[in-house]
């Protein structure tokens, strides 16, 4: 695809970072991931580990969800979390309009939900996978990986779920979901990459109408 923006959504300890890293590396075209943080703190003026704590904050729900109702958390009128949220979706916004590139996690799914050139894919695994990953590639101390991997993605989804109002890892979300139990980092760039070739040649012809 022409001009095509992918959003990868994944599981914790599912590979799909790795995966974003190599799809972006086979279209040779921008990754963004940590570079987000740092426009978006660039932006507004905001410390870079306020951005990078926002998700991770999110994994006691109760908690979050809290802390959006407490004045001390407020700037410009509107909780902080909210205004850091803001500024990423339009960060994400700019760096999309500006052409092809991967953007990794932070709800970019929605965020870009109108644009008609984004692709959406979610990586998942099975859990003792994602434990396993965990602990070898993500030097998680092996007695506090199952917990580790529950804690992430807990904090993923309350945050998806309480700024997008739609379920994390609900098929009717993405394009593609990708089961990684099977497949190595690269074989699932490729099976991406395919995707969207094919989704380019029908583009040309009539919808499918089944």
């Not at 599912?14 to 740092?38: C, M, Q, T």
């Not at 660039?42 to 407490?70: T, W």
């Not at 700019?94 to 870009?112: H, K, P, T």
Request: proline content about 3%; hydrophobic content about 35%.
């Amino acid at each position: 695809m022409k001009n095509a923006i992918v959003t990868i959504s994944r599981q914790y300890g599912s590979g799909g970072r790795k995966v974003a890293e190599f799809l972006a590396k086979e279209l040779n075209i921008p990754y963004y991931d940590n570079e987000l943080i740092s426009l978006a703190a660039e932006k507004s003026g905001i410390s870079n580990s306020i951005f990078e704590d926002a998700e991770k904050q999110a994994g006691n729900n109760f908690l979050y969800i809290l802390s959006r109702l407490g004045p001390t958390s407020q700037i410009y009128g509107m909780p902080l979390s909210e205004r850091i949220f803001i500024i990423q979706s339009n960060v994400i916004k700019d760096v999309a309009d500006r052409g092809s590139c991967v953007i990794l996690g932070r709800c970019a799914d929605y965020v870009l939900r109108d644009y008609q050139n984004c692709v959406n894919v979610y990586t998942y695994a099975s859990f003792p996978v994602r434990v396993s990953r965990a602990v070898t590639e993500y030097s998680v101390n092996q007695e506090n990986a199952e917990k580790e991997v529950r804690h992430v993605d807990k904090a993923r989804e309350t945050y998806y779920e309480y700024h997008t109002g739609k379920k994390w890892g609900n098929p009717g979300n993405y394009d593609i979901m990708i089961n990684m139990d099977y497949l190595n980092p690269e074989q699932a760039a490729k099976l991406i990459i395919e995707y969207l070739n094919l989704r380019e040649d029908n583009e040309l012809r009539k919808p499918y109408k089944g």
